[in-house]
Nanobody, 123 residues
């Protein structure tokens, strides 16, 4: 497993931007596919974006396509999520995760999880 710590969340107005970071330790992240999930109160955790081990393949939920960009810097052992044109419905706790699948699209494909960072978008 790998230890993951998210940062970069906060309060932003609709239309604004935030950049989330996920710092990994314990093992190099190049060994893992990684993803960003989010969970709002009373809802299930959902996949926002995923990226393969060396970043050649990405996946985005339809709700964030064209607004969010996932990227990774394996030399810095860090995963990023650039979020633009934020909407109130993006409000949630955001989690990064690491897994051994080629490109994980479900929570069960991830073995390591961060503690989460809160993103709140005001209207």
């Amino acid at each position: 497993q790998v230890q993951l710590v998210e940062s970069g969340g906060g309060l932003v107005q609709a239309g604004g931007s935030l950049r989330l970071s996920c710092a990994a330790s314990g093992r190099t992240v190049s060994s893992f596919a990684m993803g960003w999930f989010r969970q709002a109160p009373g809802t299930e955790r959902e996949l926002v974006a995923a990226i393969s081990r060396i970043g050649r393949t990405t996946y985005y939920a339809n709700s964030v396509k064209g607004r969010f960009t996932i990227s990774r810097d394996n030399a810095k052992n860090t995963l990023y999520l650039q979020m633009n044109s934020l909407k109130p419905e993006d409000t949630a706790e955001y989690y990064c995760a690491a897994g051994s699948s080629t490109l994980g699209l479900t929570t069960s494909q991830y073995d390591s999880w961060g503690q989460g960072t809160q993103v709140t978008v005001s209207s």
